[in-house]
């Protein structure tokens, strides 16, 4: 009983809390409970399985995302844990299935491979009119690979791998866990897969070199490589402290997005003291002279977009 625990002990990441039952008494009941829980006007289900689980609310009849988790979210034991992008998608009326990953096994497992090739099997993604897989990271990869079985669906990726397989990616040194999983089950190279989607919107760094290396695998003209500087492996949160990243996502998600009225977008990245950052860590050493400059440059701008902001308001 909770109770019977201390202060600590309550706290979610404390090793004694190895139930549920303490979580749920604890813990505040997460969102998407609201909705599907009896008494919701929601419609959807959550399918529990051994290393994953699957979540799905029914909203829009024509518009449906698959989101996946990242990295960073696999270890989450808590009980308002939400699935990759669930606001998001919800303010925006679309029907959702987000997949949660209890292990940071880039979905290297018969059982969600066989879940979704079961689903898109029986038409499950046919009723829609337009479907959109997303993720960031190890989800990115879920989201390039697991939209080869929904044929013209747009993919969104922050920040993705293509693969782990060491004999494709030999370089890799990252993510020691997920490199020894089983390459051999389907939908294991999204440098195979990719071109089978309507549209994929890729998400990088360009001098963050293991990323970089990833996504130019990625070949084809459905393929549509954005660049996120000096962001190193966050585009996403460099895109959320741009406050752009709702509109790019809202026109990738419609297939609309196009490079040039991104970049135009991007142009306030100069006023962002996380660029700055990036560019002292890239280029600190090697170019001094070239980061005090940019350093210089970045005070101006900054100083300018400040009293900007204060005139506005």
Known sequence: ???????????????DRKTGYERILTDPAPPWFVELYPGGDGAGFLQKLERHSVLFHQRSASQLIVSFDNIANAN???FAREPWGWKFFRD???????????????YRDPEIISYFQDRAAEGFFDKYDQVVFAGASMGGFGA????????GAFVIAFNPQTTLDERLVPWETRYRFGRVQDWD??????????????KAYVFYD????????????????????????????????????LDILKPVMLKAMNGSLEPAEYYRMMRARRNLPMVMRGIEGFAGERHPKLVRQARQRFRVLRRAALEEA????
Not at 144 to 151: E, G, K, N
Not at 185 to 198: F, K, S
Not at 310 to 313: D, F, H, Q, T, V
């Open 185 to 198: 089950l389907p939908m294991g190279d999204a440098a195979q897969t990719v071109g089978r989607a309507g």
């Open 144 to 151: 390039l690979t697991f939209s080869q079985l929904v044929p």
């Open 92 to 106: 925006e009326g679309w029907s959702h299935m987000g997949v949660f990953a209890r292990t940071k096994a880039w």
């Open 1 to 15: 009983m909770a109770e019977d625990l201390s202060k600590d002990q309550l706290k979610p990441e404390h090793p």
């Open 310 to 313: 204060e005139r506005s308001s």
């Open 206 to 241: 360009p001098f963050f070199d293991l990323d970089r290396r990833q996504v130019t695998r990625l070949q084809g003209e459905n393929v549509v490589l954005l660049k996120t500087w000096f962001s190193n492996h966050f585009a996403a949160p460099l895109l959320r402290k």
């Open 76 to 78: 989450d034991l808590s």
